[in-house]
């Protein structure tokens, strides 16, 4: 609980209080950080997906909405054959096999996304998180502070 309660104010104090936004879920019993938002580096949080290009990919996120994460991925995958690699895929994958505690392939697939595109903040947040969940600590904390080290780049960058 130490090392989880950590997690959440490395993530909190990564951006400045009036900033971020952080919402609170009940899993397994425990306190764990559900979404973080911060106005500064929200540009790099959510990729913009352009749905009538990659309608597996929209079908994919449509069942994720409604808790449907196998057939989620079962999309998913297909959506990676039909169009490639993608981060948007990747992301999406592990948020799924993170619902259903399969933390080892949303860390696997958070690490091919973040080998697409190691600037975008969301992934490191992410993968920190499944690796918590893991009990991998110290990995946890590295991508967490990758990310906080992203986000002031980005906010010098702006």
């Given at each position: 609980?130490?090392?989880?309660?950590?997690?959440?104010?490395?993530?909190?104090?990564?951006?400045?209080?009036?900033?971020?936004?952080?919402?609170?879920?009940?899993?397994?019993?425990?306190?764990?950080?559900?979404?973080?938002?911060?106005?500064?580096?929200?540009k790099n949080l959510v990729h913009e997906i352009d749905y009538e290009k990659y309608p597996l990919l929209s079908d994919g996120i449509e069942?994720?909405?409604?808790?449907?994460?196998?057939?989620a991925i079962h999309i998913l995958n297909k959506a990676e054959m039909e169009y490639g690699i993608s981060t948007d895929i990747y992301m999406n994958r592990s948020a799924c096999y993170f619902q259903l505690k399969d933390y080892e392939s949303s860390i696997s697939d958070l690490t091919n996304a973040i080998e697409i595109d190691s600037d975008y903040m969301a992934l490191f947040i992410n993968r920190g998180l499944s690796y918590s969940y893991n009990k991998e600590f110290e990995l946890a904390e590295r991508d967490l502070n990758k990310e906080k080290k992203l986000s002031q780049k980005n906010l010098w960058s702006t």
């Amino acid at each position: 609980m130490k090392n989880l309660i950590f997690l959440v104010t490395i993530l909190v104090f990564s951006c400045s209080q009036d900033e971020a936004i952080v919402d609170y879920a009940q899993i397994d019993g425990q306190n764990v950080v559900h979404k973080i938002d911060s106005p500064i580096s929200s540009k790099n949080l959510v990729h913009e997906i352009d749905y009538e290009k990659y309608p597996l990919l929209s079908d994919g996120i449509e069942y994720i909405h409604d808790k449907k994460y196998k057939k989620a991925i079962h999309i998913l995958n297909k959506a990676e054959m039909e169009y490639g690699i993608s981060t948007d895929i990747y992301m999406n994958r592990s948020a799924c096999y993170f619902q259903l505690k399969d933390y080892e392939s949303s860390i696997s697939d958070l690490t091919n996304a973040i080998e697409i595109d190691s600037d975008y903040m969301a992934l490191f947040i992410n993968r920190g998180l499944s690796y918590s969940y893991n009990k991998e600590f110290e990995l946890a904390e590295r991508d967490l502070n990758k990310e906080k080290k992203l986000s002031q780049k980005n906010l010098w960058s702006t």
